[in-house]
């Protein structure tokens, strides 16, 4: 009998096999890989969220840690790569307490940890490895990207890879930026993204610890983006005869007050690692606490903060000039909830000096 060809076909996934989440296909494959040996603890130890950047998905740190994952050895990491759809694969540890904010994260499958990541049009590239992205704080770079500093000189005293420097230059127009940074790994990033921006020729790089900067009477505008505080900097280079505007970034304890019974919120994703959608990927992952509503409402303990912060540096800059001061308070922002009744402020304070009469 002749031979003829047979086509097969591969059978059609199911309408449940489509609209399974990444999450899900990621404990289906490492179910097969481990075989009989899948227990309720390699279960629990599967991620259920991540962060994505580019080609290179970054876990969690308490991610796959359990002991029997460790006899997999290299094939581990390529099958939950391949779940996720990556070619590089990292996990983060605890930030170090290096006074830089450096992240600990190791490479597990990749040569480098290089990245690239887009925000309002800006073009970020850093190492996941040695230097923090701060995705919590999308609001605040938003909103100062719609400041009105054409024509201002400005002054980040801790810049690390741009992530406030480039929305001045990009967005908000100044015309010139200083922009101070003690972390090598940092400097090399901010070098790199004011590049890719087109803006290298409208900023200078201080490379060091910017207490020892000799950076007086240059600035119409200074972000002081540290927290839990960035009182070092308060008196970081604003114009003598004219002043300027100062960006504060502070953390500020909000005590606890009953509330008022009420019907319960609903929330999308309770109980789910912060930003994270139904598949897993972190948008705006958490940094180093919860998120909760912050609402527009400016709390009792924030305003204090604010009238204290503006009554020091008002003293502060008249004995430094030699001569009165005023100080405005202009906005409070919330940027975030950073630890249980802790949340991230950014106050903008207008300080001029108080010409004689």
């Known amino acids: 009998m002749p031979c003829g060809l047979v086509w097969i076909q591969d059978p059609i996934p199911s309408r449940a096999a489509r609209r399974q989440t990444p999450a899900q296909k990621l404990r289906d494959e490492l179910r097969r890989l481990v075989g009989e040996s899948w227990s309720e603890e390699l279960e629990r130890d599967v991620p259920r969220a991540w962060q994505r950047h580019g080609d290179l998905v970054l876990l969690s740190e308490d991610s796959l840690r359990a002991a029997p994952w460790e006899k997999l050895g290299p094939v581990l990491w390529e099958t939950v790569a391949s779940a996720l759809g990556a070619r590089r694969l990292a996990r983060r540890g605890r930030v170090l307490p290096d006074g830089m904010r450096s992240p600990s994260v190791t490479l597990l499958l990749g040569q480098d940890g290089w990245v690239e990541h887009m925000d309002n049009g800006i073009r970020y590239t850093f190492d996941v490895t040695k230097c923090m992205f701060s995705p919590g704080n999308i609001t605040e770079k938003l909103r100062v990207a719609s400041l009105p500093c054409s024509g201002e000189v400005l002054v980040d005293l801790y810049a690390g890879i741009g992530y406030f ?193």
Request: with cysteine; charged share 20%; proline share 7%.
């Open 165 to 357: 420097t480039l929305p001045y230059l990009v967005h908000a127009a100044a015309a010139f930026a200083h922009a101070c940074e003690w972390n090598s790994h940092a400097v090399e990033a901010l070098q790199r993204n004011l590049v890719l921006n087109g803006v290298q020729d409208r900023c200078h790089i201080h490379h060091g610890d910017s207490r020892q900067l000799e950076l007086q009477d240059v600035a119409d505008r200074v972000n002081l983006g540290l927290i839990p505080s960035s009182e070092e900097g308060w008196l970081g280079g604003l114009k003598k005869g004219t002043g300027g505007v100062l960006h504060i970034h502070h953390n500020v304890e909000t005590f606890p007050t009953p509330a008022p019974l009420q019907a319960p919120v609903l929330r999308a994703e309770l109980g789910s690692p912060e930003g994270a959608n139904s598949d897993g990927e972190a948008q705006h992952p958490m940094e180093d606490g919860g998120k909760e509503a912050l609402g527009a409402r400016i709390r009792p303990e924030w305003q204090r903060w604010a009238e204290s912060t503006a009554a020091r540096i008002r003293g502060l800059l008249a004995e430094l000039h030699g001569q009165p001061w005023r100080t405005s308070i202009l906005h409070i922002e919330a940027v975030k909830s950073y630890a249980p009744h802790v949340h991230h402020l950014v106050l903008d304070l207008e300080c001029r000096p108080t010409l004689p009469a």
